[in-house]
């Protein structure tokens, strides 16, 4: 069976790609949603120090390994998305295809500051309109498509309940890995990684709204990757939330090509 691996943003969890695997699996994909330590259902790490990209790449890998899954289509976002550069640089083999979920070789500094603002902060809502609600406060400007409905599905996915109430769905401590950056932090630059994989098919999307991801460096991106496609999701902003048909179908598409592709 065709495999798939989706790997989330910085203060993400698994419960983003639910309606994405559940459009897959009706093709016969098995998807797997990896939450990074300190996120979601994995458990929290008595030490911050250990939410880096370099442990995480660890744990990838070992889940990989415990799951038996040689080579999948992997879907990042945000963050996840460079996780899927690095895994297919260090293991090429592993990687049928990646989904980047605006996300790209640069990272636009303002977006990367709106999101160092806001981790780590006000984790607690008393219910699910109160969460919908703050959520539209800071992400309106990128989701200016969304109803009422809508922002209370994504408070759902960002949002556990606990005994105390609603909690966001990560370690407050996350924000210790993003607390000095400033306008003087040099930002990574993933442009040698990207192109040491431009042999790996690729499917880059792009919220129409990111602060994130420029139009400029998709443009990059199209010109030195040979197999690349594009999707921009409209009325959208970092990172798109792939619940629209359309999206799914380009991912879907794109993973069924990938398939073919390894035989």
Excluded at 17 to 37: H, K, Q, S, W
Excluded at 184 to 196: N, Q, S, Y
């Amino acid at each position: 069976m065709p495999q798939v691996v989706c790997l989330a943003g910085l203060s993400r969890n698994g419960r983003d790609f639910t309606d994405l695997a559940e459009a897959l699996a009706v093709d016969g994909f098995e998807v797997t949603a990896m939450d990074y330590r300190g996120r979601g259902l994995s458990e929290r790490d008595a030490d911050w120090r250990n939410y880096s990209i370099e442990r995480e790449a660890d744990d990838i890998d070992c889940g990989l390994d415990a799951l038996g899954i040689s080579r999948a289509v992997v879907i990042g976002t945000s963050r996840g998305g460079l996780h899927a550069m690095l895994l297919a640089l260090r293991a090429s083999d592993r990687i049928a295809g990646i989904v980047l979920n605006d996300i790209g070789p640069t990272i636009e500094r303002n977006g990367l500051h709106r999101l160092a603002g806001t981790i780590g902060h006000t984790m607690d809502a008393p219910d699910w309109p109160s969460a919908a609600a703050r959520l539209r406060e800071t992400l309106a400007p990128q989701f200016p498509g969304l109803d009422a409905a809508g922002w209370e599905r994504f408070a759902r996915q960002l949002y556990v309940e606990t005994p105390d109430g609603l909690r966001l769905d990560y370690d407050a401590t996350l924000r210790n890995t993003v607390a000095d950056l400033d306008a003087g932090t040099e930002l990574p630059d993933f442009w040698p990684v990207f192109d040491a994989i431009r042999t790996t098919p690729l499917l880059a999307l792009r919220g129409a709204h990111s602060d994130l991801l420029s139009e400029k460096t998709l443009a990059e991106m199209l010109r030195r990757h040979p197999d690349a496609q594009a999707l921009t999701v409209d009325d959208e902003g970092h990172a798109p939330l792939l619940w629209d048909r359309e999206t799914q179908g380009a991912i879907l598409d794109f993973a069924c090509r990938c398939a073919e592709d390894a035989g």
